[in-house]
């Protein structure tokens, strides 16, 4: 129940603080602009595409890349919505409370992370709703777009766990976006160089966020990326987690 | 040293904390009884606030064991920190969230529900003199109504051991009155109540015994008659002077 109690009171704190709203309206606001530009530029494009076989169609063109432009948002707002999650606490002195009453550490960090993604999955939900509020319009590629969702939400929920684990180790929120961020960008552009050698195999793409990412807007899902992500969530949950119990520890 | 206690709700057996290679609190043995109220006393850096945040679980001792109600407080640590409230020094709170929802977090927090919470939350907020400030931000309190908010979520579960680090702090002399009354009243009910203070007239008016801490080291224990703020002053000078108690001294 401890578990529940934590959620409540981030959602809480979530909810009544300006800058996660500031961030949604925003960032909603502007992925409303691209996907009106998206939107824009299918419907000019639909009568070369109606000679083409096998032409992109509304998946490919609006839906995918509007996933894929809050994917570039994300790196900026989940690191600056996480950043207060566990460095806020230890900064106020709440950290100390919590920790006296006999919370675990694990239900401290489960319940902060398990509400920063619920917060993102309304982002996502709102992002989700535009093109598919046009789908009734055209035959999208269902799999696809729940392939490309999946993709979306796993990176989400990623950046998150990165976000948390970054603000386990700091009492300073602002060094906690900072460092949530580089790791999020580093993770991702780890196999830029390999990329631009033309390297499509080897480690460093499989370590690389965005190889896993990337084949999941194309529409492919396999365990390997799905365990990637796992993996990720689950050593920064535990970092942020043994980080905390240490806090007992260190004082 | 200790305080005598037929069935002593806190043990503390050789308790020490290690920090940057001193021992900021050295073999503390302390005991006390339920209904007892024990005034932590020392000048500033003697150790009282990392005692007390030991006793509530905060911080984790480098040696000794503490005992709360009979259990361990390393092998039960969440029964255990469940007989405890705490009041941290620096009254510590969610600065976006309302005295209700502090309320009703803490109360969750230790496993309250329902219409189980709403009332234990209303006594408590009575008898910290806050139920007109329900619907106020923390933000918003001042100092001494923080101070109260935080003894209203250290009272919401009825603990056994009532731990005050410097709960006057920020309070005005009606509030501090009141809080006097409230310690004595929750003595008079049973609960064992350890407070840390600087003001030895605050000592006097409340505690039945006190602890005076040195460098680490508990230098004395006894107990006081209610009002004895002279041979209190000098018991306390000579230790925090000399670093040894008069009756050590004369020895």
Redesign the interface.
């Known amino acids: 129940?401890?578990f529940?109690?934590?959620l409540?009171?981030e959602l809480?704190?979530l909810r009544?603080?300006p800058f996660g709203w500031v961030l949604l309206a925003l960032g909603i606001g502007w992925l409303g602009w691209n996907f009106t530009l998206m939107v824009g530029s299918f419907l000019a494009s639909q009568v070369q595409r109606a000679g083409l076989p096998d032409s992109p169609g509304y998946v490919d063109l609006v839906a995918v890349p509007l996933l894929g432009a809050l994917a570039q948002l994300a790196f900026l707002v989940v690191p600056l919505l996480g950043m207060s999650t566990l460095a806020g606490e230890r900064r106020?002195?709440?950290l100390?409370?919590?920790?006296?009453?006999?919370?675990?550490a694990s239900r401290i960090v489960l319940g902060k992370y398990a509400a920063l993604v619920l917060w993102l999955l309304v982002w996502l939900a709102l992002t989700l709703a535009m093109p598919l509020s046009l789908a009734h319009a055209t035959s999208p590629d269902w799999g696809k777009l729940a392939a490309a969702t999946l993709g979306l939400f796993l990176m989400l929920a990623s950046l998150s766990a990165i976000a948390v684990a970054a603000s386990a180790f700091t009492s300073h929120p602002a060094l906690a976006a900072v460092v949530g961020l580089l790791v999020g960008l580093g993770l991702w552009t780890l196999n830029l160089g390999a990329q631009r050698a033309g390297i499509d195999d080897g480690a460093i793409n499989a370590i690389a966020m965005s190889t896993h990412v990337q084949n999941l807007l194309r529409g492919l899902v396999s365990s390997t990326d799905l365990l990637w992500f796992v993996l990720v969530i689950a050593a920064c949950l535990a970092l942020a987690t043994r980080r905390i119990a240490t806090d007992?520890?260190r004082? | 040293m200790t305080v005598a206690a037929a069935n002593p709700v806190l043990q503390l057996d050789h308790v020490g904390r290690r920090r940057a290679g001193r021992m900021v609190v050295d073999e503390v043995t302390l005991e006390l009884g339920a209904g007892q109220v024990l005034g932590l006393l020392g000048v500033n850096g003697a150790g009282k606030s990392t005692t007390l945040a030991m006793i509530v679980g905060a911080l984790q001792p480098d040696m000794g064991t503490i005992r709360i109600g009979g259990k361990d407080l390393t092998e039960e640590p969440i029964a255990t920190r469940q007989l405890v409230g705490w009041l941290p020094e620096r009254a510590p709170v969610w600065p976006e969230l309302t005295v209700a929802e502090h309320l009703a977090t803490h109360g969750r927090l230790r496993g309250l529900r329902g219409t189980a919470l709403r009332a234990a939350g209303d006594a408590a907020l009575a008898q910290a003199g806050m139920t007109e400030l329900r619907q106020r931000l923390a933000g918003a309190l001042s100092q001494g109504q923080r101070q109260r908010l935080c003894l209203a979520c250290a009272l919401l579960h009825r603990p056994a051991l009532l731990v005050l680090d410097e709960p006057a702090n920020g309070l005005d002399p009606v509030h501090a009155a009141a809080l006097k009354q409230t310690i004595r009243t929750l003595a008079q009910g049973g609960t064992a109540v350890i407070l840390s203070t600087h003001l030895l007239a605050e000592a006097t008016a409340v505690c039945d015994h006190v602890a005076i801490l040195h460098e680490g080291r508990l230098r004395h224990v006894g107990a006081i008659a209610a009002g004895d703020q002279a041979a209190l002053e000098r018991t306390f000078f000579e230790i925090a002077m000399h670093g040894a108690n008069p009756a050590a001294r004369a020895a």
Do not use: C, D, H, K
Not at chain 1, 96 to 104: I, K, R, Y
């Open positions: 129940m401890n529940i109690a934590m409540r009171l809480l704190r009544v603080r106020n002195g709440t100390a409370v919590l920790l006296a009453s006999g919370v675990p007992r520890e004082g």
